[in-house]
């Protein structure tokens, strides 16, 4: 009886475990940079927007559903998820993102946005030297039209 005991506790553990992986691969997919965004274009923080955008929904049945969820399971358990979501998820980038650079570059962004700014300084500082030599050479004595 022991033995059948132990036999079972496994494998429900073993269960477990393989549900939790799952829910943890799809929670790093929704909170990956190709996963979820908030969108610019919501009535309230966007999440409803971005899930529907995101697993190719209607907007409409989306928020039908969440305010379903908000009337049967009380205004604090639901009300407080969707503040979470509206925090950890990112905004949409304005412009899409079109490659690996591009979307590089954004999740910088949004996870440090001072090295983020500090890379943008200095290549427009670059371009603001290049600039400065050729008005130097062009307005030179030695230079002619």
Excluded at 11 to 37: A, E, M, P
Aim: aromatic share 12%; hydrophobic share 35%.
């Amino acid at each position: 009886m022991k033995s059948h005991y132990k036999h079972k506790g496994n494998t429900g553990f073993d269960r477990c475990r393989r549900q939790y992986g799952r829910l943890r691969n799809q929670v790093d997919i929704i909170t990956s940079g190709s996963g979820v965004y908030r969108s610019r274009r919501g009535i309230f923080m966007g999440v409803c927007r971005g899930l529907a955008e995101h697993f190719d929904f209607s907007v409409f049945w989306t928020r039908v559903i969440v305010l379903l969820l908000f009337l049967f399971t009380g205004l604090w358990p639901m009300g407080v998820l969707y503040i979470i979501a509206g925090l950890i998820l990112k905004l949409e980038p304005v412009i899409p993102l079109t490659n690996e650079k591009d979307q590089e570059f954004y999740q910088s962004y949004t996870n440090s946005r001072e090295s983020a700014i500090q890379r943008i300084k200095r290549k427009f500082d670059k371009i603001d030297r290049r600039i400065q030599r050729m008005e130097h050479i062009v307005t030179s004595r030695e230079f002619d039209l």
